[in-house]
């Protein structure tokens, strides 16, 4: 099939798909596969969360999302990094027993 826009992911005439068609589209799948409500954005930032856990570097992972400044990555989901720390120092026993 000739996709003139050269994308990926397009319409069956090979046309962008219009953002809301495609959440639409996610809905009834979400819905179909007994998920609760999660959003399509939701798992975009899942994946870059888990490139970021995974120990991906922050270029990459900024590349990957399309983010044009690196800092947007960073603040955004380097809390994680933050949590998962969080959570390894309270199984420490720090000696109050």
Do not use: C
Request: proline share 6%; charged share 20%.
């Amino acid at each position: 099939m000739h996709k003139p826009h050269g994308l990926v992911f397009s319409t069956s005439i090979g046309t962008p798909i219009e953002p809301r068609s495609l959440n639409t589209h996610w809905e009834s799948v979400r819905v179909q596969a007994g998920l609760p409500g999660v959003r399509l954005h939701d798992l975009r930032h899942t994946v870059v969360s888990l490139l970021l856990e995974l120990g991906t570097p922050p270029r990459v992972v900024q590349a990957i999302a399309r983010h044009a400044d690196l800092d947007v990555t960073m603040r955004i989901y380097a809390h994680t990094k933050l949590d998962t720390m969080r959570q390894v120092l309270d199984k420490i026993n720090w000696g109050a027993e």
